[in-house]
Nanobody
Framework: QVHLAESGGGLVQAGGSLRLSCAAS????????MGWFRQAPGKEREFVRA????????WYLESLKGRFTISRDNAKNTAYLQMNNLKPEDTAVYYCAAGSIPDETTTVPSAFDFRSWGRGTQVTVSE
């Protein structure tokens, strides 16, 4: 089973940017669909972005379109989440996850589609 470790979280002012990284080990990274989720205090875990094994297909929520971008580097066994124009409501713990989703899937993935999870990284956006 692949092991995932997130990094890059922190405190940022509204309008700022952060780039989260998810380093994978113990498995064949290129065999996994990679996803990012977030969970704010008192709220359910929310899907943010996912990317196919080769990186040529992504899934996203319309509400986050344009501000967040997912990418991956299979040579480095790492997935990334670039977050721009951050807002206080983006404050949450961000988790990366690995799963297996057919590239032709048209629906937004859910947490049930991912079997391996990192421990999360805190992102706090101040006013």
């Amino acid at each position: 089973q692949v092991h995932l470790a997130e990094s890059g979280g922190g405190l940022v002012q509204a309008g700022g940017s952060l780039r989260l990284s998810c380093a994978a080990s113990g498995g064949t990274f290129s065999a996994y669909t990679m996803g990012w989720f977030r969970q704010a205090p008192g709220k359910e875990r929310e899907f943010v972005r996912a990317i196919s094994r080769s990186g040529d297909r992504t899934w996203y929520l319309e509400s986050l379109k344009g501000r967040f971008t997912i990418s991956r580097d299979n040579a480095k066994n790492t997935a990334y989440l670039q977050m721009n124009n951050l807002k206080p409501e983006d404050t949450a713990v961000y988790y990366c996850a690995a799963g297996s989703i057919p590239d032709e899937t048209t629906t937004v993935p859910s947490a049930f589609d991912f079997r391996s999870w990192g421990r999360g990284t805190q992102v706090t956006v101040s006013e």
